[in-house]
């Protein structure tokens, strides 16, 4: 019987290698398994093309008790080279000192979080405004109703 379990703890051990597997194809894939829907925009700023892209869920509450949203910024890969920021605002920025949230990460897919209204009201504008490398400035808007997502 001693035996039996010395060989059986080493089958097992070798199974439980070979478990995650099936998994593996999940687990390198870029999209999460479980990712809500995504609500798509695609404005122009300027000279560059743009995708704003924002998951269907609401805005959640941060910290300092605002209510922020997270969106996600593409560019064309041509232009990634010839921007140096891309601001994300809800209301017209007055300077650039106010232009709003900078987006951040990866060139290809930049992230910003955007302070929102609490209570909507309907008539509110996500605004865009790109910086290039020689200081040029470039703004857009777009209606924020119906690219806040989700429900409160």
Not at 25 to 53: C, H, M, Q, W
Not at 74 to 97: E, T
């Amino acid at each position: 019987m001693r035996k039996f379990w010395h060989r059986g703890k080493f089958h097992l051990s070798a199974l439980m290698m070979l478990v995650p597997l099936p998994f593996l194809p999940n687990y390198f894939s870029p999209k999460p398994i479980f990712a809500p829907p995504e609500i798509r925009r695609d404005v122009s700023a300027g000279p560059f093309p743009i995708t704003l892209v924002t998951h269907d869920e609401s805005p959640h509450r941060a910290g300092n008790g605002e209510w922020m949203k997270e969106y996600h910024v593409h560019l064309r890969p041509a232009d990634i080279d010839k921007v140096r920021g891309v601001f994300l605002r809800v209301g017209k920025p007055r300077n650039l000192r106010a232009a709003g949230a900078l987006s951040f990460g990866n060139p290809y897919e930049r992230e910003a979080e955007v302070a929102v209204p609490a209570e909507p009201a309907g008539t509110e504008e996500l605004w865009v405004t790109v910086e290039d490398w020689s200081g040029r400035i470039h703004q857009t808007s777009t209606p924020l109703a119906g690219f806040l997502g989700g429900k409160r």
